[in-house]
């Protein structure tokens, strides 16, 4: 190993003028031109996602009338069990099966066609 006059091998005489000029380079900031800035603002500004307006849409409707019923009536499950109810009352009304023909006499006392259901206002008033 050689050494210089100062008592420092060259090595750190060089690192020594490396730490020299990176404190000047610390030491003296230079500010950005208005043109850079102006520029770097432009592109920034350019990249930053729009906003987006929402045009409104169709109106939202609320449920409609068969979600409305079906929820009175205490949901599908109900509502198929009045709808299979209905049809088989239908059913048997107008076809009228063998094994029903007597069992109004039998429940009412009388045939069906002698007995009055929706009774006038004067059966009412004999009462009293």
């Known amino acids: 190993m050689t050494m210089?006059?100062?008592g420092m091998r060259p090595e750190d005489r060089a690192e020594a003028g490396l730490d020299d000029l990176f404190a000047m380079a610390r030491a003296a900031r230079p500010a950005p031109s208005e043109a850079l800035m102006a520029r770097v603002l432009a592109d920034a500004l350019a990249e930053?996602?729009?906003a987006v307006v929402a045009a409104p849409g169709p109106r939202q409707r609320g449920p409609g009338l068969?979600?409305?019923?079906t929820w009175a009536f205490g949901g599908a499950g109900a509502v198929a069990g009045m709808g299979t109810a209905a049809v088989t009352g239908l059913f048997l009304g107008l076809v009228q099966p063998a094994g029903l023909a007597g069992l109004d006499e039998a429940m009412l006392g009388?045939?069906?066609?002698?007995?009055?259901?929706?009774?006038?206002?004067?059966?009412?008033?004999?009462?009293?």
């Not at 068969?66 to 019923?69: F, Y």
């Not at 006038?120 to 009293?128: F, H, R, T």
């Open 4 to 6: 210089g006059n100062d």
């Open 110 to 128: 009388a045939p069906l066609e002698t007995v009055e259901l929706i009774p006038g206002i004067d059966v009412l008033l004999e009462g009293n």
């Open 48 to 50: 930053q996602p729009k």
């Open 66 to 69: 068969w979600a409305r019923l």
